[in-house]
């Protein structure tokens, strides 16, 4: 498995925007791709967004469309979450996340083996 360390995240207002970075710590690992999931309690944990590393294709969950944005460095192996017009629902722990997913499961838990701690986002007036 590969280490990841997450910054970012805390507390905002609605409407406001947050920024989340992401980098593997451990090279020795090929990634095939670095993504983002949320979770709240009592709920899966659901994707937000990915980046295929092979040809830089994006991936977001129709929830976010258009307000988060996620790119990356492939030399770095990082990744940073753009999260613009936040609201209450985008409350959760966040989740980076890497592996080497086929094209059906980059978008579910399922195509990733590496996970990093989680780092709260806090969407509240």
């Known amino acids: 498995q590969v280490r990841l360390v997450e910054t970012g995240g805390g507390s905002v207002q609605p409407g406001g925007s947050l920024r989340l970075s992401c980098a593997a710590a451990?090279?020795?690992?090929?990634?095939?791709?670095m993504g983002w999931f949320r979770q709240v309690p009592g709920n899966e944990r659901e994707f937000v967004a990915s980046?295929?590393?092979?040809?830089?294709?994006?991936y977001y969950a129709d929830s976010v469309k258009g307000r988060f944005s996620i790119s990356g460095d492939r030399a770095s192996r990082a990744i940073w979450l753009q999260m613009n017009s936040l609201k209450p629902e985008d409350t959760a722990v966040y989740y980076c996340?890497?592996?080497?997913?086929?094209?059906?499961?980059?978008?579910?838990?399922?195509?990733?083996?590496?996970w990093g701690q989680g780092t709260q986002v806090t969407v509240s007036s």
């Open positions: 451990d090279s020795a690992f090929e990634i095939g791709a």
């Open positions: 996340a890497s592996g080497r997913p086929i094209l059906s499961t980059i978008t579910t838990t399922r195509g990733y083996t590496s």
């Open positions: 980046l295929r590393w092979n040809g830089g294709r994006s």
